[in-house]
């Protein structure tokens, strides 16, 4: 009997309801600046979960908390069942074998060509034949529609080319979990059209669980099952991309429809139009106006 | 006087810090070792890109110390002393110390601008995330690439420098190449070479070590990463002027 993927998809999740990272009361501060004051956020096994925000919210800063790459000031995060502050370094690097992360530039090793890139992990972590690694490699980039750039260098590539390299490249070892940093920033339309479909066929495919980070509203509504909105250091609302756009909330409408002014101001913080353009200080420099 | 307590703390914290990054680099050096293919292709890109260079200004440094020490000796009646005194020059002091100079601007810009455009676009952040740590994959065969060429091009700098010595001082003064050969041959010992091997060596790690060290940790920006490629060339340069002196002074008080 053979499986439908995304029969297969349910079956895993059903069988194995926990969640895939549970953070817990996260505080982290950059400086004096306080990025995350008791944020709560648990993510669902084998779902497609968008993290959307404003920008500076710190989406990015929580996705390397996330994968241990920065350690919180207080507050737990577990992922796929273990606890990171309790990991050491080769404990996280076995945890990290399991994740995939696409970042935002595709982060592609530019003195390797798109072959090589897909290969990098292969090699690095297992002993595998050349005539395995090349198909492996070769069927990564089939999947992502670019098995016809596998020669082709990093410089020579588009940005959502680059980014779908390093989607191959997320998914050469098969991870249980992957994670995309503003996958859709800079893309034309039909890239993002691309990149969009990727992350849910991926998702459904391969049996994972997908984290997004995105403000790209339309886009990540489309293909999320579950979305987080992030502002002043705290899940501001969640739920289905649906729930978030009919949300009472002022700051969730906002966001959601694109609103220029609301709870977030057009307007940085400035002392009063007026008097600033008429002041003698504007004559005397910038410095004091603030 | 608050600021200058700062600016000591700020040095020995960096200090501190590059010395564990150091034994870091020491400790995973044997397992890199056991890859010869990421270290050979350091080794050219230090070393084999850098010969030309390191040969044109060797024949040049040479060809000077071979006719300053022609013009100054020859008012003594000692133009014979060609040979030797422009080989020790040579090997103890000029090539070990000119050839770190031009390693740190050749091939230590070329590391840390590297490595810091590798921490600006995220690829050091990806092999982290690919459980590949970079300090194994990407400063250690640096680091060892520069240790290994740095040696060998002072060799080469020396033995190209003695060849402009000998242009200048015997078909273009007219001494005798026998005499030129045989004094140098009297005149240099074996500790002479040594020296001169153990500046290499130093100055190779020395080199390596701060390319390396502020290529890993420049600022993730274009400025920064520029930041980075200037502090190795100073660095560098006063490091190496520094460690010349206490080896040198060593090597005069061993007698």
């Known amino acids: 009997m053979r499986w439908h993927p995304y029969a297969l998809h349910v079956l895993i999740v059903v069988m194995n309801p926990e969640n895939i990272v549970e953070i817990d009361d996260l505080h982290y501060s950059r400086g004096n600046r ?33 994968t241990g790459q920065l350690i919180p000031d207080r507050g737990r995060v577990r992922v796929d069942g273990q606890w990171l502050g309790e990991l050491r370094r080769a404990g996280l690097y076995k945890l990290r074998r399991d994740i995939g992360m696409l970042f935002q530039n ?132 969640s739920g289905s991309p649906d729930e978030l756009s009919n949300a009472p909330s002022e700051l969730v409408r906002q966001f959601m429809h694109g609103m220029a002014d609301g709870p977030v101001p057009f307007h940085f913080p400035a002392p009063d139009y007026a008097s600033q353009l008429f002041s003698d200080a504007s004559k005397k420099g910038r410095k004091n106006d603030a | 006087m608050r600021d200058l307590f700062d600016a000591l703390g700020g040095f020995l914290r960096t200090f501190g810090a590059l010395q564990l990054f150091f034994m870091r680099l020491l400790a995973e050096s044997p397992r890199v070792l056991m890859r010869p293919g990421l270290v050979s292709r350091q080794v050219f890109n230090t070393g084999a890109l850098s010969l030309v260079l390191i040969m044109v200004c060797g024949f040049f440094v040479g060809a000077v110390i071979g006719l300053q020490a022609y013009s100054n000796l020859a008012r003594f009646g000692a133009e ?9 020059s040579l090997m103890k002091e000029l090539g ?11 091939a230590g810009t070329a590391l840390a601008s590297e490595i810091g455009l590798m921490r600006a676009t995220d690829q050091l952040s990806a092999m982290e995330m ?5 300090v194994i994959r990407v400063a250690v065969p640096r680091f060892l690439g520069g240790v290994i060429s740095m040696p060998l091009l002072t060799a080469i700098f020396t033995c190209i420098g003695m ?42 790690i020395a080199a390596s070590l701060i390319a390396v060290w502020e290529g890993y940790n420049a600022v993730p920006t274009a400025e920064g990463v520029g930041r980075a490629t200037t502090r190795t060339v100073v660095i560098t340069a006063v490091v190496i002027l520094i460690f010349d002196f206490m080896i040198t002074a060593i090597a005069i008080s061993q007698g």
């Not at chain 1, 008791?38 to 996330?66: C, D, F, Q, W, Y």
């Not at chain 1, 940093?181 to 391969?206: C, K, Q, T, Y």
């Not at chain 2, 070990?96 to 050749?106: N, S």
């Not at chain 2, 690919?130 to 970079?134: E, F, K, L």
């Open chain 1, 34 to 66: 306080p990025i995350f004051t008791g944020l709560n956020l648990h993510i669902r096994r084998g779902e497609v979960t968008a993290i959307m925000g404003p920008s500076g919210t710190g989406k990015t800063t929580l996705l390397r908390l996330i």
């Open chain 2, 96 to 106: 070990p110390v000119i050839t770190a100079l031009l390693f740190a601007g050749r």
């Open chain 1, 106 to 237: 595709g982060a592609l090793l530019t003195d390797l060509n798109v072959f090589e890139n897909v290969a990098f992990p292969l090699r690095e972590h297992y002993e595998l034949p050349e005539r395995l690694i090349r198909h492996i490699v070769l069927t990564k980039l089939h999947a992502v529609g670019l098995r016809g750039a596998a020669y082709m260098e990093p410089t020579e590539l588009s940005g959502g080319m680059a980014r779908r390299v390093a989607l191959a490249r997320a998914m050469a070892t098969d991870p249980k979990i992957l994670i995309y940093d503003e996958p859709f920033v800079g893309l034309d339309p039909i890239s993002m059209g691309v990149i969009v479909r990727l992350v849910r066929r991926m998702n459904d495919a391969l049996s994972i669980s997908s984290i997004v980070v995105s403000h790209d509203v339309q886009e990540i509504s489309s293909v999320a099952d579950r979305s987080y909105l992030i502002s002043e250091g705290k899940v501001a609302a």
């Open chain 2, 80 to 88: 014979d002393q060609v040979g030797p005194f422009s080989a020790l």
């Open chain 2, 163 to 204: 060849l402009g010595a000998y242009v200048v001082g015997v078909p273009l003064m007219g001494l005798d190449g026998g005499a030129f050969w045989s004094e140098l041959q009297q005149g240099v010992g074996k500790v002479d070479v040594y020296e001169g091997i153990i500046k290499g060596v130093v100055f190779g």
């Open chain 2, 130 to 134: 690919m459980a590949v740590d970079p």
